[in-house]
């Protein structure tokens, strides 16, 4: 299985470009999610979705967007690239279940995505 | 909304123990620990669910106080491979993962 896979690796956009970074994941997790990383800080939480055709803002959503129109699929889209989105982007992937036996389960994350905007 | 980690970094020698702190103001369902090397991706350690139950393997355990809204992560006879970053996140129920700022921590022979 591959697991969380992420594209590209590494981007370099100039100020203004717009770029999609692409997140697919074959475990069948139902809950997707998009961190960006600054150098030497935590993970800040950008956008997730809990299913397909469900998404829903995290700590730092501006100037992105995403999309869920399959189970398997979570792209993250920048419009009008800034230099404040320079950062490394990780999806991650994860099981959950709401209701009478609710749980989360563990995230897997892509390799990551680094990205410069000069 | 984000966890609180302390300290923010620490330094041990192989062999030494070490206890990184999370709080939240927030009611949680679920707390997450990932341990991060410089250049890759988080790795899950563990995940402790309402209820205050202790989990752990090999020399490193947590616990959850879900009356005080904390965690703690407890690295005993630390090894070199433990270096890298720690990051507790908090979870509710519905999806949304919120991580902390991290804990440095480095192991010296």
């Known amino acids: 299985n591959a697991g969380v896979t992420q594209t590209p690796k590494f981007r370099i956009l100039k100020i203004g470009q717009s770029m999609t970074l692409q997140c697919t994941q074959d475990m069948n997790h139902n809950y997707m999610y998009w961190y960006r990383q600054d150098p030497g800080m935590g993970l800040k939480l950008i956008y997730y979705?809990?299913?397909?055709?469900?998404?829903d803002k995290g700590e730092v959503p501006n100037g992105y967007n995403v999309s869920r129109s399959t189970t398997e699929d979570f792209p993250l889209r920048l419009e009008l690239a800034a230099p404040s989105q320079t950062s490394v982007y990780f999806c991650?992937?994860?099981?959950?279940?709401?209701?009478?036996?609710?749980?989360?389960?563990?995230?897997?994350f892509g390799s990551g995505t680094q990205l410069s905007v000069l | 909304q984000q966890p609180v980690q302390s300290p923010q970094a620490v330094i041990l020698r192989e062999g030494e123990d070490a206890v990184i702190n999370c709080s939240s103001s927030?009611?949680?369902?679920?707390v997450h620990w990932y341990r991060q090397k410089h250049g890759e991706a988080p790795v899950f350690l563990m995940i402790l669910l309402k209820g205050g139950e202790q989990k752990g393997h090999d020399k490193i355990s947590a616990s959850f106080n879900e009356k005080k809204q904390q965690s703690s992560l407890y690295l005993t006879a630390s090894q070199l491979s433990y270096s890298g970053t720690y990051f507790c996140g908090t979870q509710k129920l519905g999806g949304k993962l919120i991580f902390g700022q991290g804990t440095e921590l480095s192991v010296k022979p």
């Open positions: 979705s809990v299913g397909a055709g469900i998404t």
């Open positions: 991650a992937s994860s099981y959950g279940r709401t209701g009478p036996v609710a749980t989360n389960e563990k995230l897997f």
């Open positions: 927030k009611a949680l369902y679920s």
